[in-house]
Nanobody, 122 residues
Framework: QVQLVESGGGLVEAGGSLTLSCVAS????????MGWFRQTPGKERESVAA????????HYSDSVKGRFAISVDNRKNTVYLQMNSLKPEDTAVYYC???????????????WGQGTQVTVSS
């Protein structure tokens, strides 16, 4: 069992920055990769970024590439999403997710956090 808790969401002006954190607890030794997703009401959840637990592999969606950076601190069992040059269209509830060993890279996730709201004003 892996528990995930996101934090760091809030209100920020367009062009500003915000950093989200996701703390993993429980059987974190089973974690293979972490991902960040976002969702707005009435829309499908979309992948934002992903990182292997080792930090050796990362992935970004085209919409955030060059603006967002995902990182992992294994000592703290924490994954971060640094968001720069934020745009109003980045407004969403952001979720972190954990993929266990055996999951397909970028495709399968087993645990999800509760989400944290990010609102970007124009």
């Amino acid at each position: 069992q892996v528990q995930l808790v996101e934090s760091g969401g809030g209100l920020v002006e367009a062009g500003g920055s915000l950093t989200l954190s996701c703390v993993a607890s429980g059987r974190t030794f089973t974690t293979y990769a972490m991902g960040w997703f976002r969702q707005t009401p009435g829309k499908e959840r979309e992948s934002v970024a992903a990182i292997s637990w080792s930090g050796s592999n990362t992935h970004y969606s085209d919409s955030v590439k060059g603006r967002f950076a995902i990182s992992v601190d294994n000592r703290k069992n924490t994954v971060y999403l640094q968001m720069n040059s934020l745009k109003p269209e980045d407004t969403a509830v952001y979720y972190c997710a954990a993929a266990l060993y055996g999951s397909k890279w970028l495709e399968e996730y087993d645990y999800w956090g509760q989400g944290t709201q990010v609102t970007v004003s124009s």
